[in-house]
């Protein structure tokens, strides 16, 4: 075999498979006819194997799964302080910066935090402070961008006017200050987070640990007596040397998970129940899909979604799947007699790719945290009641429109010397209504105040979490394999999980002109350019 068939066969083998299942499938086997010549391409001469311009796989050694110390009481997340007094107003300072903590004994990792002015850095989860805030607050944040890089902070899930929303065109440039501000309106009470936006490197600021929780509570909440817990959920690859490697092609082909699943900052934390308590689920992971259980025995349910309160529980449940971007509220019962169990991802195939043809195994089920249910004595069941609020349907759509996700993979740009972009295969395409985000472009433009139909269909290999900015939406129905399921229930959303070959439908409506971004949650799919702008007029 000469060194060029060699090349090509090696390279074909790699590049085929990566979308296996596409165009690029006859490529297999065979000799690829546009190949430029390998040897004019740097770092490419004389050595005996062909590499893609992105290294197919790390060289990294990866810190043990067990390197992190686990078990220690769940920490309650920082608070971030409000330095108002004023009523009705939340006035605080979030600074984005490196921060050197030891979290493997003797190597010090470099994350980016979210801290307070004037706040204890080092300590305590290195996870964004909580902000929590009320409906009909004024909230002020003056951002402060420590960072060796531009950046934003986008309010996810938040009704925030456009041009306070940390779009990839507002960048706030390294040194820079910049203030958001927005009131929460009524009905806007939910589980929200926030992080930063920037376009080609929020995957990378926010695995370097750049994202926190928001709550904002209503007066009115008929939960607000019972105990509460957040439990926020991040992902975390570590070196064996304590550094956060970057990703690598596997990690932009799939998303990236890294060896540590954290809960508030930490690994496998306790929790001890003592009562029924209300629960707060954020899945801030980058790609990560948690499939949470308590086991077969410990049935809980299900009272909120990403935009507050459902009209009525969903009870008995034993198990709730949250995609990447996607929060829940759930009440987790103490029980009668002292027991214990396992906070677990099930396994969950979202048809990660893989290398060779075909997808990736799912990833075996994961302990998330212990959970130790100590009933005091005495102690009877709280009753959910039996509404929890009401949720109009947005009514009959005046417009339609339609989100297609699409990949595809151009191999003469991946070899073009120097084309990969901050690590990023050039090439590697997801799309939305074939084509890349482009500033410049409008995707789609939407009339203020008009409820549409949106229809989002999947026409990839594999799971994408679809979320739209600025307002909350209805799930109407999926359709897969023709059959339409109508949603069973009503909910607010801002994120919703879209399988291969499936059409999912929702209602939304947007209030405010401006521009307004929607993608898919996995960071790095949106970096590639998942994303679109929605012009509202
Ligand atoms: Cu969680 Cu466009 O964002
Ligand atoms: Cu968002
Ligand atoms: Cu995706």
Redesign the pocket.
């Known amino acids: 075999m000469s060194r060029r068939q060699f090349l090509a066969r090696s390279l074909s083998a790699v590049l085929a498979s990566l979308f296996a299942r596409g165009v690029f499938a006859q490529h297999a086997g065979h000799s690829m006819p546009d190949m430029p010549d390998m040897d004019d391409m740097p770092g490419m001469s004389g050595t005996q194997h062909a590499e893609p311009s992105v290294k197919k796989t790390s060289p990294v050694t990866l810190a043990s799964p067990d390197a992190l110390p686990k078990g220690a009481p769940l920490a309650d997340l920082r608070k971030l302080p409000n330095e108002s007094r004023e009523r009705g107003f939340f006035r605080a300072t979030l600074i984005a910066e490196p921060v050197s903590r030891e979290v493997l004994p003797g190597l010090p990792t470099t994350f980016w935090q979210y801290n307070p002015a004037n706040g204890d850095t080092t300590h305590g989860p290195f996870t964004g402070p909580l902000i929590d805030v009320r409906e009909g607050d004024t909230v002020e944040i003056r951002f402060v961008n420590r960072l060796p890089q531009p950046s934003t902070i ?1 309010w ?1 899930g938040l009704p925030v006017p456009p041009d306070q929303d940390g779009n990839p065109a507002n960048m706030v440039a390294p040194g820079a200050t910049h203030v958001y501000r927005f009131t929460l309106p009524a009905g806007s009470a939910g589980t929200y ?1 926030y ?1 930063p ?1 920037p376009h080609m490197m929020s995957a990378e600021q926010v695995f370097r640990g750049l994202a926190g929780p928001i709550i904002v509570r209503a007066a009115d909440d008929p939960l607000a007596g019972w105990p509460e817990r957040t439990l926020f959920f991040s992902d975390l690859r570590l070196a064996s040397d304590g550094s956060i490697p970057p990703n690598d092609l596997m990690d932009w082909m799939n998303g990236r998970e890294g060896q540590f699943v954290l809960v508030n900052g930490a690994l496998r934390p306790r929790i001890t129940v003592v009562e029924d308590e209300r629960w707060r689920l954020w899945n801030a992971c980058s790609a990560r899909y948690l499939r949470f259980s308590l086991g077969d025995k410990q049935r809980f349910a299900q009272v909120g979604t990403d935009g507050g309160l459902l009209e009525k529980p969903r009870d008995g449940l034993t198990e709730l799947l949250l995609a990447p ?1 996607e929060r829940a509220e759930v009440i987790v019962r103490a029980g009668d007699a002292p027991s214990e169990a396992t906070l677990t991802a099930e396994v969950y195939d979202r048809r990660k790719m893989a290398m060779s043809h075909g997808s990736l195994p799912p990833d075996p089920a994961r302990a998330l945290a212990a959970v130790n249910y100590q009933p005091l004595a005495g102690a009877s069941e709280r009753a959910i009641p039996a509404t929890l609020r009401t949720i109009m349907s947005l009514g009959a759509p005046v417009a339609r429109k339609s989100v297609v996700f699409s990949e595809s993979m151009d191999m003469a740009a991946m070899h073009r010397p120097g084309a990969s972009a901050r690590g990023m295969p050039a090439g590697m395409k997801f799309m939305i209504n074939g084509a890349t985000f482009d500033p410049e472009r409008v995707t789609l433009t939407s009339r203020r105040n008009e409820v549409e139909l949106w229809s989002i269909e999947n026409r990839t290999d594999m799971d994408h979490p679809f ?1 739209l ?1 600025g307002t909350q939406f209805q799930v109407i129905e999926r359709e897969r394999g023709g059959a339409k399921i109508p949603e069973p229930y009503l909910a607010w959303r801002d994120t919703v999980n879209v399988q291969p070959d499936e059409i999912v439908r929702i209602a939304t409506v947007q209030n405010t002109a401006g521009e307004r ?1 929607f ?1 898919c ?1 996995i960071l790095e799919h ?1 970096d590639l350019g998942m994303m679109g702008t929605l012009k509202v007029i």
């Open positions: 986008h996810h987070w992080h936006h971007g979320h900015h971004m993608h949650h949106e």
